[in-house]
């Protein structure tokens, strides 16, 4: 019987990506020359060997699944849900603690949301998976950095019209009170929110993956925590914890700036989970 095979495209977004002038896309809407606003290095050259690798795998992919960082100015992740205790400003790239919000160092700008917030970051740093980072305005709704690389966008076009199939599209982060690394659920889910809840629909279709290849941006964050939660929440799914079906492009993902570390030991956790990790240029369907 023959095998199936899915790719699963994380974040691979323009804000992301580190694109030389000559790929700017232009922006209509503002007098200002659009910028990614969170870079990744080497994400750009990590989304053209994507491309070049989906394009002569296309005919063996059965099924390609991208997930959309999408997300709001107001957003318990960028400076404007934020301000300092004396009311100044908040930096893109600060951590802020639950500790730091009790003694009044940060603060919601919205005085109604200080409780909530509060329990949302006592709930995040007992998983010990991530503490909360103010990042810049990115991916926003409707913007240019909410859209895809060129050269991804154009290979996934031509599988569709080769294979006769549409790209699943899978939104993500869109709730403003929680952050949503992975495409299967937010760090911390909102009760009331289903889309921020376990997306078992997402799992049920990659399941029936027999090679599931990922890859994407960015390999310390959202790579990361959507393969983890792949890997909790798939053995049941498979029927055995069998991760060799899964597949990392360790050459289409790259770790934001300070991250690096972070992206090595998810790395090296998954191959010793079995996870097979290896380059688009030595891994072949």
């Not at 301000?83 to 100044?88: A, I």
């Not at 639950?98 to 009044?104: D, V, Y």
């Amino acid at each position: 019987m023959r095998q199936r095979t899915q790719l699963l495209i994380i974040d691979p977004q323009n804000d992301f990506c580190d694109l030389p002038p000559a790929w700017l896309p232009s922006n209509a809407a503002s007098p200002a020359p659009y910028a990614p606003s969170l870079p990744v290095a080497g994400a750009h050259a990590d989304m053209r060997r994507l491309a070049q690798w989906l394009l002569q795998h296309a005919s063996q992919l059965d099924g390609i699944t991208v997930t959309l960082d999408s997300h709001q100015a107001y957003d318990i992740a960028h400076p404007a849900f934020w301000q300092q205790g004396d009311g100044s400003p908040v930096q893109p790239f600060t951590a802020i603690t639950a500790a730091q919000l009790r003694e009044g160092s940060f603060r919601p700008r919205n005085p109604d949301e200080l409780a909530r917030t509060l329990a949302y970051l006592n709930a995040l740093e007992a998983q010990g998976r991530y503490t909360l980072m103010v990042w810049p305005l990115h991916c926003e709704i409707g913007s240019i950095g909410h859209g895809v690389h060129a050269d991804i966008l154009t290979a996934c076009r031509q599988w569709q019209s080769q294979r006769q199939r549409a790209v699943r599209h899978v939104f993500k982060g869109m709730n403003p009170l929680t952050e949503h690394y992975s495409a299967i659920c937010a760090e911390v889910p909102d009760a009331q929110d289903p889309e921020t809840q376990l997306n078992t629909a997402l799992l049920q279709q990659l399941a029936q993956a027999d090679t599931l290849v990922i890859a994407g941006e960015a390999g310390s964050h959202c790579v990361r925590a959507t393969t983890e939660h792949i890997v909790q929440h798939m053995a049941p799914l498979w029927g055995a914890e069998d991760f060799s079906r899964i597949v990392l492009l360790t050459d289409c993902m790259s770790p934001v700036a300070g991250f690096e570390a972070a992206q090595d030991t998810f790395l090296q956790q998954m191959r010793a989970l079995g996870v097979r990790c290896c380059t688009s240029t030595a891994f072949s369907l």
